[in-house]
T-cell receptor, first 115, second 113 residues
Framework: EPEVTQTPSHQVTQMGQEVILRCVPISNHLYFYWYRQILGQKVEFLVSFYNNEISEKSEIFDDQFSVERPDGSNFTLKIRSTKLEDSAMYFC?????????????FGSGTRLTVV | GDSVTQMEGPVTLSEEAFLTINCTYT??????LFWYVQYPGEGLQLLLK?????DKGSNKGFEATYRKETTSFHLEKGSVQVSDSAVYFC????????????FGSGTRLSIRP
């Protein structure tokens, strides 16, 4: 079964450093998403991406965050200057089209720890 | 806006007990409804879904029925196993939420042998 792949599985970074989280969505999917889950809490929407641009973003997704699809296969989330409160699991997801009945395929996540 | 409310955890049951995790939703229009499961240390897996009223989603012995009249999508299983211990998330997706998935807060389930 096709998978969404995320790397690294765990990243530790110092506060103020930049991090890039990487995702390889399923190859024929067109819509891509990032979600985050602070430990033990709710899964929160960050951003959706379609046709090489952001289609929607949440209040969490401020100027410190950016997304990119640099080469047609990878989908990256960059945090420019990490804060302690950015520590969370970050999940990438993709769906083939913009239909509400698709169940998203999520990657296994990247655990980001900011120290 | 659209939202999902699910029962607070943790829920602790003995093996072979009957499970119900309640979930209700608020949405304009006709959302699709999902249950996701997160096993310890793992990512989010789609457990089951229902895309219209009265549909029943089922997988691995779990079931949930889309009840439009009560705006509910309760998760049930007749006989739980230790391996079902996980966090369960109810979720919805609709055109009014631009097809993004909106999650409930999650319910942690622990099954005692």
């Amino acid at each position: 079964e096709p998978e969404v792949t995320q790397t690294p599985s765990h990243q530790v970074t110092q506060m103020g450093q930049e991090v890039i989280l990487r995702c390889v969505p399923i190859s024929n999917h067109l819509y891509f998403y990032w979600y985050r889950q602070i430990l033990g809490q709710k899964v929160e929407f960050l951003v959706s991406f379609y046709n090489n641009e952001i289609s929607e973003k949440s209040e969490i997704f401020d100027d410190q965050f950016s997304v990119e699809r640099p080469d047609g296969s990878n989908f990256t989330l960059k945090i420019r200057s990490t804060k302690l409160e950015d520590s969370a699991m970050y999940f990438c997801a993709s769906i083939p089209g913009q239909a509400a009945n698709y169940g998203y395929t999520f990657g296994s996540g990247t655990r980001l720890t900011v120290v | 806006g659209d939202s999902v409310t699910q029962m607070e955890g943790p829920v602790t049951l003995s093996e072979e007990a009957f499970l119900t995790i309640n979930c209700t939703y608020t949405a304009t229009g006709y959302p699709s409804l999902f249950w996701y499961v997160q096993y310890p240390g793992e990512g989010l897996q789609l457990l089951l879904k229902a895309t219209k009223a009265d549909d029943k989603g089922s997988n691995k012995g779990f079931e949930a029925t889309y009840r439009k009249e009560t705006t509910s999508f309760h998760l049930e299983k007749g006989s739980v196993q230790v391996s079902d211990s996980a966090v369960y998330f109810c979720a919805l997706s609709s055109y009014s939420s631009a097809s993004k998935i909106i999650f409930g807060s999650g319910t942690r389930l622990s099954i005692r042998p």
